[in-house]
């Protein structure tokens, strides 16, 4: 089941890097970027949420907000947005649920792990509807930030 622009976006609340809970109705009246993606410290994960991160400023006043989720540890992400400067909250999805919800899981990824999120990138609307979505079947592809940008404007 895929999830389609104009579909209520799933609510959900999740761990921070901080270890404080996060909920998607938090930000309401604001425009979110969810980026879904594999694992922390990867290759094409750095360049997805550096790619974020180097355009971050493009977001200033547009009042959206970004949030990077992942099935990685609070810890773990903690340690992934230190080193990488990242301006934006990561989410821990540790127990899975919401990737399944959102349509981006893979039940077996590479080295034989088993659920992890497929890189997938979301935008939701100040009423909490989801306007553009993306799940990439190809970890090794990057979605398409021009159209994430052209969504959020």
């Known amino acids: 089941m895929s999830l389609q622009p104009g579909s209520p976006a799933p609510q959900f609340t999740l761990v921070s890097t901080a270890r404080k809970e996060v909920s998607l109705s938090d930000f309401k009246g604001k425009k979110v970027i969810l980026h879904f993606f594999p694992m922390a410290f ?83 609307d100040e009423n909490q509807n989801i306007i553009y979505a993306e799940v990439l079947e190809v970890a090794t592809d990057l979605p398409n930030f021009n159209a994430i940008a052209a969504a959020v404007k």
């Open 42 to 124: 990867t290759s094409i994960c750095t360049t997805q949420l550096c790619t974020m991160r180097d355009n971050f400023g493009y977001y200033d006043g547009l009042n959206a907000v970004i949030l990077g989720i992942s099935v990685d540890s609070p810890f773990t992400l903690a340690k992934f947005k230190e080193e990488n400067n990242y301006q934006f909250e990561l989410l821990s999805d540790f127990n899975k649920e919401v990737s399944k919800v959102y349509g981006c899981f893979y039940e077996e990824f590479v080295l034989g792990l088993k659920g992890v999120s497929k890189r997938a990138a979301f935008v939701i």
